[in-house]
């Protein structure tokens, strides 16, 4: 059974850093898609981040050039570095494993952008 464990959220003032983590197990990692994804409240999911089998990313245009994910396959793990964070930024943060036919995600972790 996948399993998707989100750590590493908090309450960071503006301009702070946070490093999201997120443990994977139940599933071949090395041939998932896996991304980031965040919603804040009254608003839709959307993508924060994407990382293919082969390290190729994408990102959303708000978190371009602060956000950076990353990708372990030896250790089954995900990562999202985000720099330089903004009070829009709150939001639950969601990791995300994905392959055609096949999505798994996370419960999520909550990230508060706050002074």
């Known amino acids: 059974q996948a399993q998707l464990v989100e750590s590493g959220g908090g309450l960071v003032q503006p301009g702070g850093s946070l490093r999201l983590s997120c443990a994977v197990s139940g599933i071949m990692f090395g041939i998932y898609h896996m991304g980031w994804y965040r919603q804040a409240p009254g608003k839709q999911r959307e993508l924060v981040a994407g990382?293919?089998?082969?390290?190729?990313?994408n990102y959303g245009d708000s978190v371009k050039g602060r956000f950076t994910i990353s990708r372990d396959n030896a250790k089954n793990m995900v990562y999202l570095q985000m720099n330089s964070l903004k009070p829009e930024d709150t939001a639950v943060y969601y990791c995300?494993?994905?392959?055609?036919?096949?999505?798994?995600w996370g419960q999520g972790t909550q990230v508060t952008v706050s002074s």
């Open positions: 995300y494993a994905g392959i055609r036919g096949s999505e798994h």
């Open positions: 990382i293919s089998t082969d390290g190729f990313t």
